[in-house]
C-alpha cells in the first residue's frame, strides 16, 4: 500500500496528491510515469509524474477526476493508501541525458495546457537546478483553471499566462503567445516542450514548424495499461508505428500523426463515459451489479 501523504484541491476535478513511494521517488527522472490503482479491483491509470522528493520519498501526482477510475482516486483522502504505485516508467526526457555544458547553453519554452501543467514543473524544475534557462507559457480557459502558478514562478525564467477570456495574462490561446514571443519580442529558443491536450499539442507544433524550432510533445494520454502490451497508445511518428508507454511518452511534435492519434484517442471515450455512468448509478443504488464487471 502506497500512504497519501497530502491531498489538495488545485482546481476544478482537479487533485494534487504526494505519495510516499520510496523506491519510485529515487529513481524517477522529468518525464516518466506511474500506473496507479485505487484499489485491488481498480483499473490501472497511468499518470505522469508531476514531481519527486528522494530525500522524502515522496512522489507528486496530479489527477483529473473525469471517468470512473480517476474519480475514485480522487475520492481517496490523506492517510489513506493507494493499492499501487509501480513506476517509473517510460523515457526519460531527452534532455536528461544531455552533456551539462551543451546543456547550459540551451534555452527552452514550455507550454502547458490543463492537466498538462502539472507534468512540466518537475522538467522546468530540473533545469533550473542544472543551471538552464526556461520560459513558461500556460493555458487554460479561465484563471479558474490555471494550477502551478505560484511553484512555477519559483523555478522558470520567466511565466506567462494565456486565457481563452482574458480573465488572466494573455487573452488568447497558448499559440497566440508562442507568436507573440517569438515574432514581436524577438525571443530565441533552441526546443519547445508542449504538454496539454492532443488538441493543444497538435497547434502549437504547427505554430513551433513556422519558426523550425523542434518540438517535443508527451503523448501520455494515450495510455491505457502502460506496458505496450494492450496496443492502445500506438502512434505514428515519422511514418513508423511507436507505443506512447514503451517508446516515449515524449516525441518529436513535428513527426506525430496528431488526427490519428485523436481518432485513437476517440475509440475509447464512449467505453470511460459508459463506465462512468454505471458508477454514478451503483452509487445512487439504481443499478444490479451482476455481470457488469464482465
Not at 507528486?60 to 477526476?65: P, R
Not at 511553484?151 to 525564467?157: G, N, S, Y
Request: glycine fraction near 10%; charge should be negative.
Amino acid at each position: 500500500m502506497y500512504p497519501i501523504l497530502e491531498k489538495r484541491l488545485l482546481a476544478e476535478g482537479i487533485w494534487l496528491m504526494k505519495i510516499h513511494a520510496p523506491r519510485v521517488a529515487h529513481s524517477a527522472q522529468p518525464g516518466q510515469f506511474v500506473i496507479v490503482r485505487a484499489d485491488a479491483h481498480g483499473e490501472r491509470i497511468p499518470l505522469t509524474i508531476s514531481d519527486f522528493d528522494a530525500a522524502e520519498g515522496s512522489v507528486t501526482i496530479v489527477t483529473q477526476a473525469i471517468g470512473a477510475s480517476t474519480r475514485k482516486i480522487c475520492a481517496l483522502e490523506q492517510g489513506q493508501a493507494l493499492a499501487d504505485f509501480a513506476g517509473p516508467l517510460g523515457r526519460p526526457s531527452e534532455f536528461v541525458h544531455l552533456p551539462e555544458e551543451e546543456l547550459r547553453r540551451r534555452r527552452y519554452l514550455f507550454v502547458a495546457g490543463g492537466v498538462g501543467t502539472a507534468p512540466i514543473y518537475p522538467q522546468v524544475k530540473w533545469l533550473r537546478e542544472h543551471g538552464v534557462r526556461a520560459d513558461v507559457i500556460i493555458g487554460a480557459k479561465n484563471s479558474r483553471m490555471l494550477i502551478y502558478t505560484d511553484a512555477m514562478r519559483a523555478v522558470a525564467e520567466n511565466l506567462y499566462i494565456a486565457t481563452d477570456d482574458g480573465s488572466e495574462g494573455f487573452k488568447g490561446m497558448v499559440t497566440g503567445m508562442i507568436e507573440e514571443l517569438v515574432e514581436h519580442r524577438g525571443e530565441h529558443y533552441d526546443e519547445c516542450v508542449a504538454i496539454g491536450p492532443m488538441i493543444m499539442m497538435k497547434f502549437v507544433a504547427l505554430t513551433t514548424c513556422k519558426y523550425n524550432l523542434k518540438t517535443t510533445v508527451s503523448l501520455n494520454a494515450l495510455m491505457v495499461d502502460g506496458t505496450g502490451m494492450c496496443g492502445a497508445c500506438r502512434v505514428t511518428v515519422g511514418g513508423k508505428t511507436r507505443f506512447t508507454c514503451v517508446d516515449g511518452p515524449e516525441f518529436d511534435g513535428h513527426e506525430v500523426d496528431f488526427d490519428e492519434a485523436m481518432r485513437r484517442q476517440g475509440m475509447y471515450r464512449t467505453q470511460e463515459q459508459r463506465a462512468a455512468a454505471i458508477e454514478a448509478e451503483r452509487e445512487a443504488g439504481h443499478v444490479c451489479k451482476i455481470g457488469l464487471d464482465k
